[in-house]
């Protein structure tokens, strides 16, 4: 089992930056690929990244490439979201998440598939 906590939220005005990250307890954590998802106000939940097991593949959405890197330390358990160039509308609630599956980079992954779920952390973008 996966018990996950993301930090690093906060209010930034636009065109700032923002780490997110994800702590994860439990010893499989090197055996999950991990996402991050986000939920905008009045909108349904939305893949932002993922990363696969071994951090040689990732993959974005494509709001989120150029602007976004993700990243995971297997050692220390956790995974980054580092956020540039933010704008209005990456308002919203992140979530990280556990993906069981191989994660081969380059494609969008489905909230449905996920085994783990933190509580998420808030992120307002000013303008």
């Known amino acids: 089992q996966v018990h996950l906590v993301e930090s690093g939220g906060g209010l930034v005005q636009a065109g700032g930056s923002l780490r997110l990250s994800c702590a994860a307890s439990g010893r499989t954590f090197s055996t999950y690929a991990m996402a991050w998802f986000r939920r905008a106000p009045g909108k349904e939940r939305s893949f932002v990244a993922a990363i696969s097991r071994s951090a040689d593949r990732t993959g974005y959405a494509n709001s989120s490439k150029g602007r976004f890197t993700i990243s995971r330390d297997n050692t220390k358990k956790i995974v980054y979201l580092q956020m540039n160039s933010l704008e209005p509308d990456d308002t919203a609630v992140y979530y990280c998440?556990?993906?069981?599956?191989?994660?081969?980079?380059?494609?969008?992954?489905?909230?449905?598939?996920?085994?783990?779920w933190g509580k998420g952390t808030l992120v307002t973008v000013s303008s």
């Open positions: 998440a556990a993906d069981p599956t191989s994660y081969g980079g380059d494609y969008w992954l489905d909230p449905a598939g996920m085994d783990y």
